[in-house]
C-alpha cells in the first residue's frame, strides 16, 4: 500500500544553516506530494506541493523537488531562521486510493540563534 | 483558504466518559475529516464526515467508539466515546474542496486518566 517514510528527528540547527529532511514514498501510481508545517500550539498549514514528476514546489524558501526516479520529496532550505522551528510533515495522496492522504511521521526541527 | 476552528483546544476526561469536538470553518467546504495524531506517530485519517449522511469510517475505526456529525457545509462534530487511557491523543479536524487540498484545524489535544 502506500506510505510515506520521513526522516527521523529531533533536528537542531543553527540560524542560517542548511535544512534537509528526507522524504521518501510508495504509491501504486502516480500521487502529489506534500509538505506541511505545524508551528507549535499549531495546525497544520500547508507549506508547499507538488503534483507531477520533476515539479518543484517552494514557499516561504523552502523547496522540494519530485523526484520519481527516486521516489523521494526531500524538504530543503538554504538558510533556516530560529521562527522554521516546528514539526515538518511528508505526505502524498493519491487518486488510486480516493485521494486520502498518507502522512509521515513528522520531523521536529528547532533552529537556535 | 479556508481557516477552521476547534473546540475544545484541550480537555482532561475520565475512562469511561465521553467527549465531543466541535470543528467549525469558515466556509462551505465540500468535505471534512477528523483525524487521530497520537503522541510520537503521525496523523491517521479516522473518517470523512459527509454532509446529511453517515461518516465513512477507515479500517479500525467505528462508529460506536467515534461518533460523526455533519449537518451542514461548515460544521461537523466527532464524539470519543466510552474513553480510556489509550484514546489520548491530537484529534485533527480538516476541511477543503477536495482531498488534494485540505486545511487543519489547531487540533484538540486530549488526555484521558
Known amino acids: 500500500g502506500d506510505s510515506v517514510t520521513q526522516m527521523e528527528g529531533p533536528v537542531t540547527l543553527s540560524e542560517e544553516a542548511f535544512l534537509t529532511i528526507n522524504c521518501t514514498y510508495t504509491?501504486?501510481?502516480?500521487?502529489?506530494l506534500f509538505w506541511y508545517v505545524q508551528y507549535p500550539g499549531e495546525g497544520l498549514q500547508l507549506l508547499l506541493k507538488?503534483?507531477?514528476?520533476?515539479d518543484k514546489g517552494s514557499n516561504k524558501g523552502f523547496e522540494a523537488t519530485y523526484r520519481k526516479e527516486t521516489t523521494s520529496f526531500h524538504l530543503e532550505k538554504g538558510s533556516v531562521q530560529v521562527s522554521d522551528s516546528a514539526v515538518y510533515f511528508c505526505?502524498?495522496?493519491?487518486?488510486?486510493?480516493?485521494?486520502?492522504?498518507?502522512f509521515g511521521t513528522g520531523t521536529s526541527l528547532t533552529v537556535i540563534p | 483558504s479556508a481557516v477552521i476552528s476547534q473546540k475544545p483546544s484541550r480537555d482532561i476526561c475520565q475512562r469511561g466518559t465521553s467527549l465531543t469536538i466541535q470543528c467549525q470553518v469558515d466556509s462551505q467546504v465540500t468535505m471534512m475529516f477528523w483525524y487521530r495524531q497520537q503522541p510520537g506517530q503521525s496523523l491517521t485519517l479516522i473518517a470523512t464526515a459527509n454532509q446529511g449522511s453517515e461518516a465513512t469510517y477507515e479500517s479500525g475505526f467505528v462508529i460506536d467508539k467515534f461518533p460523526i456529525s455533519r449537518p451542514n457545509l461548515t460544521f461537523s462534530t466527532l464524539t470519543v466515546s466510552n474513553m480510556s487511557p489509550e484514546d489520548s491523543s491530537i484529534y485533527l479536524c480538516s476541511a477543503g474542496t477536495g482531498r488534494e487540498t485540505q486545511y487543519f484545524g489547531p487540533g484538540t489535544r486530549l488526555l484521558v486518566l
Open positions: 505526505a502524498l495522496s493519491e487518486r488510486n486510493t480516493g485521494n486520502q492522504f498518507y
Open positions: 504509491a501504486t501510481g502516480y500521487p502529489s
Open positions: 507538488a503534483t507531477k514528476a520533476d
